[in-house]
């Protein structure tokens, strides 16, 4: 298994883990980075960070085996686009406050079960509503089928380090699953499947070890992909930028950001989600310690501020450590404002946003969450949420569409 060299990890700053410290898997992979600086990385069992995902349709599947469940997750995700959408009349629409779990509870006692999520960082939802999810903690991805309680582990085995050391992000592209390795510094690519298995993975990134170099990765938390274009973009966390990936022949390139942490619309500063809006192609990335959210027009590098911005705080004006971002149709915005506990929308032009989900106060109550770091709609504008803190996916249904 590639171990991550250390050598070429740039030390984080106080201040950076101060600001982080609402996201329980962000201090962990503080405590583990520091303590790796320290004792070096033999001592094994030290993982670090977490994952990412994004969720992508899964395009064609001419499969053998599976082949049933899996056209059914191809046909939906790939016609995603050309569905008819219910329609959303954005800036007037109302989501019920409060919403169901889908799986997982904040009792981690038993979190090895397939009805419990440890520390969920990222998912990805086709057109069915089926789910699949980067359950980070148990190091595994599991698929959700739509209505079940229990999920099936399709990746991983649940075993810290015999194949992750936390599954941080999937993608779902063509015929396989991609998985950011975060604590491996390393995207590997699975069979796509809706069964129950342990598969082995390939490395498609990280055979040069962490690092900042153009074919290196450090902490890959999200990733996204453009399908019309067939851009594959890793959302590159400390290294401060977007990568682009070839899936031919699997090189990198940079896509936005310098390397180097900055506040001006070349500059990302911890970078997480990342989200396409495939008719435009224009980027959107959670700039997380910037507490805003830029969109980037195709091959622009200069970003647009489209949320946030205005330094860190609970007003609607502000947001605190941003985790993920997912745009509707109209190019409206939604944010897992992650620190303040919310998802709020910000419509297009907006100088505010507005709360859609959650209370503002972490809790484990049905209107509350406690870090919230992803979010997705289904093709019925009902909000998915990762609810990290919490180890469960919640849906807050669309209760009128404010048309
Ligand atoms: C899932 O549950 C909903 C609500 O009970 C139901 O309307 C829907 O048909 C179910 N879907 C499947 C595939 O079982
Ligand atoms: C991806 O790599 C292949 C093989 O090297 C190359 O032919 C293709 O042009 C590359 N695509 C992009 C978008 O750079
Ligand atoms: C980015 O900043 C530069 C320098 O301030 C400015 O000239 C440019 O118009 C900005 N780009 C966008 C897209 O706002």
């Known amino acids: 298994m590639l171990e991550p060299t250390i050598a070429s990890v740039q030390p984080i700053s106080h201040q950076e883990e101060v600001t982080v410290q609402t996201n ?45 469940q899996c056209v059914t997750l191809i046909t939906t995700t790939m016609t995603m686009s050309s569905i008819l959408i219910d329609p959303l009349c954005a800036a007037n629409a109302i989501w019920k406050s409060q919403a169901v779990t889908i799986v997982g509870s904040s009792d981690r006692t038993n979190s090895l079960s397939r009805s419990y999520l440890k520390d969920p960082n990222d998912m990805l939802i086709d057109t069915n509503g089926n789910l699949f999810i980067a359950d980070s903690g148990n190091n595994r991805v599991v698929y959700l089928p739509v209505n079940a309680t229990e999920g099936r582990i399709v990746a991983g085995r649940s075993i810290r380090g015999s194949l992750f050391k936390y599954a ?144 860190h705080g609970q007003n609607l004006f502000h947001l605190n450590l941003p985790s993920s971002v997912a745009i509707d149709p109209h190019g409206n915005v939604y944010v897992a404002d992650s620190g303040n506990h919310r998802i709020v929308q910000w419509l297009v032009n907006a100088h505010q946003g507005r709360i859609i989900a959650g209370t503002g106060i972490a809790g484990i109550s049905n209107t509350q969450l406690n870090h919230p770091v992803q979010l997705k709609f289904d093709i019925h504008h009902n909000l998915y949420v990762v609810d990290q803190n919490n180890n469960r996916i919640q849906r807050f249904d669309l209760q009128y569409n404010g048309c």
């Not at 992979?29 to 670090?48: D, E, K, P, T």
């Not at 592209?173 to 069964?195: C, E, H, M």
């Not at 070890?209 to 890959?220: E, R």
């Open 24 to 68: 329980r898997l962000l201090r962990w992979w503080m405590r583990h980075y520091h303590h790796i600086g320290l004792a070096s990385l033999a001592g094994s069992a030290i993982l670090v960070c977490i994952m990412a995902v994004i969720l992508l349709p899964i395009v064609i599947h001419n499969s053998t085996k599976d082949s049933e």
């Open 168 to 311: 941080a992000a999937t993608v779902a592209w063509k015929d396989q699953l991609y998985v950011s390795d975060l604590g491996n510094y390393r995207i590997l690519a699975f069979p796509l499947s809706t069964t129950e298995g342990s598969p082995d993975g390939t490395t498609i990134v990280g055979h040069y070890g962490v690092g900042s170099a153009l074919n290196q990765i450090d902490s890959v938390y999200y990733m996204s992909i453009d399908r019309m274009r067939e851009l594959f973009y890793l959302s590159d966390f400390r290294n401060n930028r977007i990568l682009k990936l070839n899936l031919t022949d699997n090189t990198l390139q940079l896509a936005v950001g310098t390397g180097i942490s900055g506040s001006n619309n070349v500059s990302l500063n911890l970078p997480l989600g990342i989200t396409i809006d495939e008719t435009t192609g224009s980027l959107y990335v959670t700039d997380s310690r910037n507490h805003r959210v830029q969109k980037f027009n195709l091959n622009s590098i200069q970003g647009i501020t489209v949320a946030g911005g205005t330094g």
